[in-house]
């Protein structure tokens, strides 16, 4: 009887979820151009991804966050909320008990399979989405919007709009590098280019070798890398992961990076996060770039 008795309380949470935000007279169309109708603006928000805390937090709206998943850790703010989970999966049960207003994501953060379940409970899902910078400070106005804070999260946005040009002002017209950004190893991981890093990459004037990869992660041979040869390898892991890989790079004495000893670590977490704090991890690879010029 268990199960069941489980199963029916689920429901009856639900119900009563799906009651509390059912939609009004208050719409806003999301990051991917999808509309969400709640009653009233956001009060209360469960954000499913790291980097749509942050970004929840610089629209002024982080003290509207009920709930968040692990490795939320920016602002310092957010290492105080309640986790529901992680970016693969997360307690159901616990999500419909806090009875959000809607579901923050981030789309290719957040598991397609979680946001398919909460869809499924009837609650609103609202979802942030960028592939370049520029997208940051206007995923910021809109989650002002989405929360009642448009005043914050205006300004917020002009900042941090005004902080990106600054940086790509700083690095135009830089000679081009061609770069490889791994971010694994045993398999080689890089980005594609769709990825916010390659973004982050041109605007340092840098050029991602594996642009071309439709997939945000894809996993590489030793022969494809040799085979483009990269001015630069950038290792983003933490420091004390990432030097035994720098040092498999120094076996292969013919690449043009190993050869040149431009072999650099980058443990700036905040750039693949996709927080605001990108724009600052980015102006930091930006520096580390042009010490290989």
Known sequence: MRPLCAAAFLCLLVAQAVAAAAPGAFSITDDTGRPVALARPAARIVALAPGATALLFAAGAGDRIVATIEYADEPDAAQRLPRIGDVQAIDMERLVALRPDVIVVTEA?????????????????????????????PSVARLGRLAGTSA??????????????????????????????????????????????????????????????????????IEAVIARNPDVIVVSAPRAVAAPWIGEWRKFPRLAATANNRLYLFDDPRLDRMGPAAIEATANLCRILDAAR
């Open 109 to 137: 953060i957040t598991s397609p399979l979680v946001i398919e379940r909460v869809r499924g409970l009837g609650l609103p899902v609202y979802a942030t989405r960028y592939t370049r910078l520029d997208d940051i400070a």
């Open 152 to 221: 914050v999260a205006d300004a917020a946005a002009a900042r941090l709009a005004g902080a990106l040009a600054a940086v790509r002002t700083q690095y135009a017209g830089r000679a081009t590098l061609e770069v490889l950004y791994q971010v694994w190893n045993r398999p080689i991981y890089s980005i594609g280019g769709s990825h916010i890093v390659t973004d982050a990459l041109a605007t340092c004037g840098a050029h991602n070798v594996f642009a071309d990869q439709g997939v945000a992660a894809p996993a590489l041979g």
